[in-house]
């Protein structure tokens, strides 16, 4: 069974970045394609960004393109969301996710990622 664990949500400014990694472990980290997903409260829980196993593939909510970019070290077992021009409406506890080892496609629903992490708050001021 594969263990996930955020780190580095935080408090930050309109306009300002932050970086959020995944540390995960328990199995190969490269047999996994990887997702954020984001959770405000009082909606649902939405698709931000994933990645291949390869990190050849990266795909992208709307919401966030041109500022919020996934990536993922497989000799350090994590993946990252880089983000900037952080919004108001980026507040929320951020997830990352890992898909079943068999499955390759980046895929953009959570009920299609079996293991989550316990999530990090990023809170966005104005």
């Known amino acids: 069974q594969v263990r996930l664990v955020e780190s580095g949500g935080g408090l930050a400014q309109t306009g300002g970045s932050l970086r959020l990694s995944c540390a995960v472990s328990?199995?190969?980290?490269?047999?996994?394609?990887m997702g954020w997903f984001r959770q405000a409260p009082g909606k649902e829980r939405e698709f931000v960004a994933g990645?291949?196993?390869?990190?050849?593939?990266?795909s992208y909510a709307d919401s966030v393109k041109g500022r919020f970019t996934i990536s993922r070290d497989n000799a350090k077992n994590t993946v990252y969301l880089q983000m900037i021009s952080l919004k108001p409406e980026d507040t929320a506890v951020y997830y990352c996710a890992a898909r079943p080892p068999t499955l390759t496609r980046v895929a953009v629903r959570s009920s299609e990622y079996e293991s989550w992490g316990q999530g990090t708050q990023v809170t966005v001021s104005s």
């Open positions: 990645i291949s196993k390869s990190g050849g593939i990266t």
């Open positions: 328990g199995r190969t980290f490269s047999d996994y394609v």
